[in-house]
């Protein structure tokens, strides 16, 4: 632990993070540090941080060891001696790690509360199984953790987004978590849609404004995201904290690789020419970020003769050591980034747009993350009570 007290001290302090981010990094490389020492047990193995004071990421890797004298120490703890702790969210990264599991796999935190969040209203267990997520501080405390299994190698990633827009929500503690509905652009029921939007918001007793704020916010999302040109279902909640709400949205697209393409192949010229707002720069975002992170940062925009590559401008954290090339998106970053560009000229007409967004002009933020083909948002809005 003092090895791990002195990598964390060195990364905080390379870092320049402070106050309660400085607790929560060290927080999460306790947690990662026990899980090590209960799991993998003793032996060789190293954990390391990198990143910088916006997005950190602890990153685990072991030789894979575990034999199953070790998967027997482990199941005695169990009163019944049987894997009955895999329910849990400490036994579901126990059960990824055992012997029997020689297949290569991934496994991600944010997959498996889409599975529980999906099954927790129909299913006791899955009940149980997201009150002991809510209890289980490494996963409360990070916004993501991916676990790598292969024949020969143990590796975990725990993420951690310092994004100052999420304010209370980076506790992820909130006073209310509502229930989920679902965004479908393939076959659409918007009767469905807007009842559910109704009552996800009712359930978390905001203010009549606000509650219209909200709707326009959501409305603004699931249209934006049926204008894209792969198939998707997204599913989205909402979470109330004091003085801030945060609406989820996450979803996997089914992007094949000819789409894949064919979106390259747009890309390429690095050009969008027609102004489309906020939303269809988020859009592109995510269409492009389902490609790599280069096709990101190429995203630009004519305005008359001045170009605004609104991609580079958005564009945060990331990490060479993901297990797969990760997009972060942030809309306040595009709005500061556009404080480097005058206002005047053909270049205004960027801030107009900006200024005219009901997005822009609503939320604190919009974070947006892909990795893979999986797509996350999270549209931070201040209650105004």
């Not at 992820?172 to 509905?181: D, E, F, H, S, V």
């Not at 029921?189 to 009842?195: A, G, P, S, T, V």
């Not at 269409?287 to 190429?298: A, D, M």
């Not at 972060?328 to 900006?354: C, Q, T, V």
Request: proline share 2%; hydrophobic share 35%.
């Amino acid at each position: 632990m003092d090895k791990t007290y002195n990598t964390v001290d060195d990364f905080i302090s390379g870092a320049g993070i402070t106050g309660k981010n400085a607790l929560r990094i060290r927080l999460l490389s306790e947690e990662v540090e026990r899980f090590a020492d209960s799991v993998i047990g003793e032996g060789e193995r190293s954990i390391r941080i990198e990143g910088d004071e916006r997005v950190a990421s602890i990153i685990l890797e072991s030789p894979n060891r575990i034999d199953i004298d070790r998967q027997k120490k482990i199941l005695s703890v169990s009163s019944s001696g049987e894997n009955i702790s895999t329910r849990g969210f400490f036994g579901k990264l126990q059960s990824l790690i055992m012997p029997d599991n020689y297949e290569e796999s991934e496994w991600s935190l944010k997959d498996y509360e889409d599975e529980i969040r999906r099954r927790r209203k129909e299913d006791i267990y899955s009940q149980e199984a997201w009150e002991d997520l809510e209890r289980s501080l490494i996963a409360s405390l990070s916004d993501d953790i991916e676990v790598g299994i292969s024949r020969s190698k143990i590796k975990m990633i725990v993420t951690k987004d310092f994004s100052e827009s999420l304010g209370e929500a980076a506790t992820r503690n909130p006073r209310i978590t509502t229930g989920c509905a679902f965004i479908n652009t393939i076959n659409p029921d918007e009767k469905r849609f807007l009842d559910d939007a109704d009552r996800l918001i009712g359930e978390m007793g905001v203010s009549p404004k606000d509650a219209t704020h909200l709707k326009l916010l959501l409305e603004e999302v699931a249209g934006m995201l049926k204008e894209l040109t792969s198939d998707f279902q997204a599913m989205f909640w909402f979470e109330k904290y004091k003085d801030e709400c945060c609406l989820k949205v996450t979803g996997k697209t089914n992007m094949d690789i000819v789409k894949k393409k064919d979106l390259l192949n747009i890309s390429s010229s690095g050009k969008n020419t027609a102004a489309k707002g906020i939303m269809g720069k988020i859009g592109d975002v995510i269409e492009n970020g389902l490609l790599n992170y280069e096709e990101v940062s190429r995203l630009s925009q004519m305005y008359g003769g001045a170009c605004v590559d609104y991609g580079s401008m958005g564009i945060y954290g990331g990490s060479p050591d993901s297990m797969n090339t990760a997009v972060m998106w942030s809309l306040r970053d595009y709005r500061d980034a556009l404080n480097d560009i005058p206002k005047e000229g053909d270049a205004s007409l960027a801030w107009d747009e900006l200024e005219r967004s009901i997005v822009a002009s609503l939320a604190a933020d919009v974070l947006v993350s892909i990795k893979g083909d999986r797509i996350d948002m999270t549209v931070v809005y201040r209650l105004k009570g």
